[in-house]
């Protein structure tokens, strides 16, 4: 089992703003939100790792965590726009983790996997997500 160290980039305005006071934040399997950092250009930047089952002549990779969701083969992990006052999440964008593929995985020992979320659309997990190796 290898850690894979992952950095999701994303724009915080909420989608569909319905006058709740949101936070933005990377949402685990609990529903508990782990803040990002703000970075200069408006976006903020969420950086977590995930662990990897199985072996590359056995198929695709299996992902585990304290953010990672979904069934096997369907794995992902959630942007969440939290209401504060307690009724739920506004909206999510589901980052889908699928498209991370054993060769992905080795190109980025000792570095990261980055994916830049800004501008995508909320909710489903069929989009795919373009994931590149960059230095840690």
Known sequence: MAAVRIRLLSDSTPPRPDGSAVRFGLQDKKGAMQDGFALADGLIRF?????????????????????????????????????????GFMNRIKVRLADIDWPLIEAAQDKILLADLSGAPTGGGNRPVEWRVVDA
């Open 47 to 87: 950086d977590f790792e995930v662990t990897t089952a199985g072996a590359p002549d056995q198929g695709l990779p299996d992902f585990g965590g304290p953010f990672v969701s979904g069934s096997k083969g369907e794995r992902f992990v959630y942007l969440s726009w939290a209401r504060l006052n307690g009724a």
